[in-house]
Each structure stands twice: as C-alpha cells, then as structure tokens.
C-alpha cells in the first residue's frame, strides 16, 4: 500500500538514533527533502544504553585508518556542538578536555603500555598527543582517585557530552528545518526500479531516490537487499546509574563519567550474549561496582538508582562500515558501535559525500569487501 500522503524523498534514512540523526542533520545541505524511519520502541536501540563518551584513545587498534577517522571527529565535535547550540539553543554539554583509562597494579599498566605502543605503530594511525600518567598526576585530573588506581593513559582528544540531548538537538533541528521524522516506519522490504527505492513499513511504502541504511543491528538483515553483506557481532554492556552529587569537576574515565546534571554512570561491559539486550546480572553488576569505588571511593557513598543493559552495534570485526551498493546504487550502509564520537565527522564529512553521489576512496578500507575474504 503506497503512503500516499509522503512524497517521493531525496533521501530516506532507515534508522532514527544517533548514527541515523547525525546523517540526516547533515544531509539537509545536500538533500532537497530527507525522511528518517524508526523503528520504534520494538527496536534494538543502542542509542539507549549510550555512555556518551567522545573517545579516541581506544580506537583503531587493529585498522589504523579507523583510529585517524575517530581523531578526524574529536576535532570536528566542538564545530558539532556550536552548530547545535546557535541553531537549536539545545546546549549538548560537550566537555573536551581529555580522558583517563585508569589502571590497577604492575600487569595493567605493563599490557596497556604495550597495546597503545602497538596501536600507534600500525600504519594508517596519525600520531597524537597521549601519556602515562602515575597515581599522583592522575589525582591532579580527578579530585579523590584511590590509590588502587596506580596510573592512567591520557589523551587531550577525548571528552563526554549529554547523548540524551544531543539527540533531542538533532530532531529539533529536523523539526526546523523540514527533515520528516516518521516514527513506527520499520522497514520490512527494500525494493529497487526505475531509480527509485521503495520501502515497505507498516504504515505504508516510502519511496526515495536514495536510502542509507543505519539501522544497528539490523543493517545485516537489510543490507542483504541491497546486496550489501554484512555480517553482525552484537555485544551486550551493562552499565549503572547512580545517584546525583555534587558536580566533581572530574576528568572522564572509560568505565566512570559524571553527567552534566550531576548523575553517575558506571561501565563498561563487554559480552558476547547475542540478541539479549534486556538482562542485567549481578556478578557482572557487582565488578563494575567494584572497581568504580576503588577509582573514586566517595561513590561508596552514593546510591545506585537503576541498571540496564544495552547491544553495541558491531560488525564482526568491531569496525566501522561505509559503503555504497554496486548493486543498487544509490544504497549506503553506515555501522558502527561509536554513533557518539563519530556523530561530528558523520554529519559534516561523512553526510556531504553521500549527498554527493560517492564516497571518498579513504573509505574503501571500511566497506564490506573486507569480509569476503575466500577460503582455500
């Protein structure tokens, strides 16, 4: 059944979080119209269980190339943030003023050394600033660190925002400037003639001359539409909510951030549990717990006030993906567990090529040929 009350758009966006928004936000320069279909609340979304962090000193070990696409976003972020803020007055709480990975003991501090030193002699990686810091030039950033926290890789790139509000800044910037939000339109069906694409959803057929697919987890089952494949790797985090304080001024860790409003947050899982993003479990709970009070024993203090539990959107090998369909053209794919810190370079770099037609050749090692390996 056509939509009959939808015009046909320059482009459709299947997928309403964080990776979806920040593509549509900066498609509006290079897009006559622009529709973007969620899912819904039926919808694995990773945009929920977000830790918001903006983070560079954990990216790209093993692809080089995505290490330098990551540092190419931290420095677009405050260009991100002061578009957001002058167009839509939603303030997105960026702070950039660099990030801890706290460290416990002689083995910690001896395998992280050496991983970073690895990253960072891979080709593709651009040098950046990052440092070892000991207990006391870590308590320096972070009023109360406790002394189980022996040292500290720094880096001046990373940083945190509010994923809440940034996301409400994209869609009142939609709501500003035209883009057709179309909530409960998960699309079933991806269909390719004369040019045009139609997708089938529950509340009708949308059709558009191009669509990109950013749509989490479920980009394997639909990029096989478009002949796209990709196979996914979810991995399930937990993560806990404390309660407000004070505001600590504290520098942001990896597993502990404090948000703008005052509330805690404690990660960061890593599970293979597949599709079952719903389920917390305490022995996973009580580490994470564990180790956030030997970072910063005053949150002993604090009290807990929820948990959840959350999918990373993964390719199988943990990177990103970019690509155009040979195909169907016209068809982009665009996945990655980051949507936060590659939200700036997806709006201003990424969104401007596919406005365009094509992707830049720097991009090529991101595409899905890297899975069609043969086997001998």
Known sequence: MAAAHHPEFDVAIVGGGLVGSSLAYGLRDGAESIAVLDEGDVALRASRGNFGLVWLQSKGFGMGAYSRWTLGSTRLWPRLAARLLDET?????????????????????????????????????????????????????VPGLGPDVTGAIWTPHDGIVNPLKLLRAFHTAFERSGVRYLPHHGVTRITQAGGVFSLETPKGTIRARKIVLASGLRNGELGEQVGLHLPMAPQRGQIIVLERTRPLHATPMVTLRQNDEGSWLVGDSQEDAGYADHVTTLPVLATLADRAVRTLPALKEVRAVRAWSALRVRAQDGFPVYEQSASHPGAFIVTCHSGVTLAATHALTLAPM???????????TFSTRRFHVQKT
């Open 89 to 141: 007055g939603i303030d997105v709480a960026l702070e950039q003023k660099g990030g801890l990975t706290p460290l416990m003991g002689d083995y910690e501090i001896e395998a992280r050394l050496a991983w970073v030193n690895k990253l960072m002699a891979q080709p593709g990686v651009e040098p950046y600033e990052w440092k070892l810091l000991d207990h006391h030039q870590a308590a320096s950033l």
């Open 354 to 364: 596919i406005a365009a037609g094509a992707l830049a050749p720097e991009l090529d």
